[in-house]
């Protein structure tokens, strides 16, 4: 070593001659490498890619779309896996496949196994969905390669999203796949036509976003007991303009539109809902209610892609109260809601529908402008001839030995058709005790034990299954119950 050299720069020049030596290196190309070349024929550093993602509820569509694309006709495709080490949190892409890189120490991946992840939806069906895979595509003779990769919520909000990544010799191949695979989605929609809700559930470290698949009951006209012309005011708003859409439309009239059903707790709200969404034959409807008012947004995207469609928000007082009221500090869901209301153009057709028991605490804006509340429904208590035909409506299946049911339609006075309906469903329970015959055979003794049981704990008691005594007004104490709907299938979107 020349005496004039230090240690110091002797080092720093042997790092010099080793980095040299690694950059004039040849990188051997891998096995997965030269497959994805032979697949194109040609040289993929010079090829375009193109992406696109979506929201993660629309994973499974994706999924529907590629499988509907590949049974196309002069379509195929070989579906491959990697093989990597923590692959999902490296936020790969198709360009990180075909870069070869600078050095022998750059990343190399290698064929491996396809991550499925099952999506369960609506009559038990159950979709495998790719979450990490490669299409080597054939589409009448032309090749490209389709990157499908799952939401990542590891990779934060941004990457929370599914994606696909198309490289082809020219960039109008790849933005013909994408076109193709988008509109498939939209007309092979498995949500189009269905009822369900969006909410949260934690998996592992990260909070992933549940849709909820819900079978309703089927609710007969005859079974929504109010009073006259009120439910023929709710058919009109909701479902004539839905029938007449297109008319309206060409007049310049919004079918966009919002209705608010307000009343005291059992008084109908989550029926007539149900029996507004048994009546609107192939409209999507979408539940909001719960946790799931957080998801107001992605709710309103769905709306929009599905329309037609309604969206139910259960208990809208909970995020949209009077501004200025004491104690109430602003809601960033309100003005979510009030958006998304407002940014729905006025030739689609999304209905909203409120309820609550509150209305007196709501926040004036929801009416300020057409398209928000365009209708406002009062669902009151029934009176006598209401509560004669609940017990009638009630009572079905049953054999009612009943001989002064004029006492009982006194006694409940103030009472919702919730209450009624769950005090003949005990005094069938009494009836079924004391075993009188093959059928359940309803006595005055029966009605007079299940009112004494559901009056046992007092006012309170009587408020929550409620009954509403003359002169007394307002929501029961304490919190509100669930949502009255039926769930079938719960899985995560994403």
Partial sequence: MDQRTSPEEFGLLFKRFLDDIVNRAEVPEGPLLKRLREHLGGELTRMPVISEEFERFQQANLQVAMDAYLEQ?????????LAAENKRNWG????????????????????????YVNFHLDNDRVLPVVQFGLY??????????????GPNENMGPQRARARVEVMAADRATAQRFIAEITNLMSERNVYRGKVVSLGPQQFGFGAQTIITFHRLPKVARDDVILPSGVLDRIDRHAIAFSEHALQLTASGRPVKRGLLLYGAPGTGKTLTVMYLAGRMHGRTVLLTTGRGLGFISAVAQMARILAPSTVVVEDVDLIAQERGMPGVQTQPLLFELLNEMDGLRDDVDVLFILTTNRPDILEPALAARPGRVDLAVPLPLPDADARRRLFALY?????MMVTDLDKF??????ASPAYIKELLRKAAVFAAIDGNGAGLRVTDRHLDQAMDELTEGGRLAERITGFT???EEGPPPGPMGPSGFPTTVVRRAG
């Fill in 409 to 414: 339609i006194v006694r409940t006075e103030g």
């Fill in 92 to 115: 790969l892409g198709l360009s990180d496949f075909v870069n070869r890189g600078t050095s022998p120490y750059s990343l190399r991946l290698a064929e491996g196994p396809v991550d």
């Fill in 73 to 81: 006709p002069g379509h195929s495709a070989d579906l491959i896996g």
């Fill in 395 to 399: 009572a079905r299946g049953l054999d």
């Fill in 469 to 471: 005594r003359p002169g």
């Fill in 136 to 149: 080597l595509v054939k589409a009448d003779g032309v090749p490209l390669i389709a990157f499908v990769t």
